[in-house]
């Protein structure tokens, strides 16, 4: 079956300007999770979906990062007015449900942000 | 703050040879800890993990110890191939904390013929 796919595969934006990335995760995984990674750095946690539960935006790293989801499918993290520190590769990742025990995560081939 | 670290940006060895990735961690809340590998322009698959009660877990070539005093992890490849070249990444989660990975920065392996 399809893996998890993201779009773009590759943006880029000038300062100031909104982006809105997609992620279609595997059918029936019902947990889906946005990183990021900026160049030289690890993954980096931004946000976690879980069924119809409350997500978790703990890692978001501003009020001008948002992402929704779609029941147990799609789902778009949306920066407005980009900076650029916000430049990196933003990866998706599925699993099936996350709750009493480690779920294997499957990643997406990320969008690559650049911000002029 | 960075709580899982992967002090060796870069690592070389030769085929057939052992590769030995190292791992350290801060956060002792961490209870699963995962080797993710990833090729350029790919996201990343999960190689091989170890939950906090054990101290080795084996799959075939790869092996990944844990040394929970030391909080330290290490993964051995045996043999090293050349399509292990890829740059390999340390990650860990808490129990209970809906999965979510925090990861080391990572270590780019190179397996020279």
Known sequence: ?116 | DQQVKQNSPSLSVQEGRISILNCDYTNSMFDYFLWYKKYPAEGPTFLISISSIKDKNEDGRFTVFLNKSAKHLSLHIVPSQPGDSAVYFCAATEGGGGNKLTFGTGTQLKVEL
Do not use: M
Not at chain 1, 91 to 111: D, H
């Open chain 1, 1 to 116: 079956g399809a893996g998890v796919s993201q779009s773009p595969s590759n943006k880029v934006t000038e300062k100031g300007k909104d982006v809105e990335l997609r992620c279609d995760p595997i059918s029936g995984h019902t947990a889906l999770y946005w990183y990021r990674q900026r160049l030289g750095q690890g993954l980096e946690f931004l946000i976690y979906f879980q069924g119809n539960s409350a997500p978790d935006k703990s890692g978001l790293p501003s009020d001008r990062f948002s992402a929704e989801r779609t029941g147990e499918s799609v789902s778009t993290l949306t920066i407005q007015r980009t900076q650029q520190e916000d430049s990196a590769v933003y990866l998706c990742a599925s699993s099936l449900e996350a709750s009493g025990g480690y779920r294997e995560q499957f990643f997406g081939p990320g969008t690559r942000l650049t911000v002029l």
